[in-house]
C-alpha cells in the first residue's frame, strides 16, 4: 500500500475468512459501521471464531487503522444481499468498518484515512466509483449502515463514489426498472428500495416517492449503470 494507510496499518489478523469463490477477483468496495461502543470491542468481535464475522480493514474514530483479512483472500461481512449480477457479494468486494454507532457525524481523523485506504484499494483493484456501495445498499431489508450521518458527497467531490447531478425527474412507474439498473436487488420491496436510495442521496427525504428521489434515481441510473456491460434496465 503505497499510501498513507501503509505506514498507519496495525495487522491484526482474524480467524474468519477464506478463499473468494472460483477464483474471482475483488470488484466492489462496501461500506459499513460498526454499530457498537468502541473500536476495541468491534475488533474483538470481528476477531471471535463464534462470531463468524470479518471484514478487511477496521477504522477507528481518531484514524487508527487495523487490517484483519489480506485484500486477496474473501471476508465476512456482506452475508445475504446483492449488487447488480453479484449474488455472493463476500467473494467479489473488499469490506471497511468505520467505528460508529450511526448517531453522529464521522470524526475527520477517520473520514482522512479511509480516504487514504479507498484510494489505495480502488487503484490496486481498479475498483470504479459506481462500485463503491454501503451495506444499506445490497441489503436494504435490514441494514442502515454506514447510515444517514455519513458524508458520501465528500467522498463523491474527490471521485471515491458516485453522486447525482441535477436532472429531471423520471416516471414513477419506472422506479423499479431504474433502481435495477443502479443496482439494487429486486427481490426487495419498494419501500426498502426508496430507503436505501434515501440513505445513501437523500438522508433528509420523507414520507412517499417523490419527483426529487426519481430525479436522483434517474440521474444516477443513466450515468452509471452497475453492469455498464449489461441491457439497459
Request: proline share 9%; aromatic share 6%; with cysteine.
Amino acid at each position: 500500500m503505497a499510501d498513507r494507510a501503509q505506514h498507519a496499518v496495525t495487522l491484526h489478523p482474524s480467524p474468519n475468512f477464506g478463499a473468494r469463490r472460483g477464483g474471482v477477483l475483488p470488484d466492489i468496495l462496501v461500506l459499513h459501521h460498526t454499530n457498537m461502543q468502541t473500536a476495541e470491542a468491534a475488533l474483538e468481535r470481528l476477531c471471535d471464531p463464534e462470531a463468524a464475522v470479518s471484514c478487511h480493514y477496521l477504522i477507528a474514530e481518531d484514524g487508527r487503522l487495523w487490517q484483519l483479512v489480506p485484500e486477496a483472500e474473501r471476508a465476512w461481512h456482506a452475508g445475504l444481499g446483492r449488487w447488480g449480477e453479484v449474488e455472493e457479494v463476500n467473494s467479489r468486494s473488499i469490506g471497511v468498518e468505520l467505528a460508529n454507532r450511526g448517531t453522529h457525524p464521522f470524526p475527520e481523523p477517520q473520514m482522512r484515512m479511509l480516504e487514504d485506504l479507498m484510494h489505495g484499494i480502488m487503484a490496486r483493484w481498479s475498483i470504479p466509483p459506481e462500485r463503491v456501495i454501503g451495506h444499506s445498499d445490497m441489503a436494504p431489508d435490514r441494514k442502515d449502515d454506514p447510515g444517514r450521518r455519513f458524508d458520501w458527497r465528500r467522498l463523491a467531490q474527490q471521485g471515491l463514489v458516485v453522486w447525482p447531478g441535477e436532472g429531471e425527474p423520471a416516471p414513477e412507474d419506472m422506479f423499479r426498472p431504474l433502481c435495477a439498473r443502479v443496482g439494487y436487488g429486486m427481490e426487495f420491496t419498494d419501500a426498502e428500495l426508496l430507503r436505501a436510495l434515501r440513505l445513501r442521496f437523500r438522508p433528509w427525504g420523507q414520507g412517499p416517492l417523490s419527483p426529487a428521489d426519481m430525479a436522483v434515481l434517474a440521474d444516477i441510473a443513466a450515468r452509471f449503470p452497475v453492469d455498464r456491460g449489461g441491457p439497459p434496465a
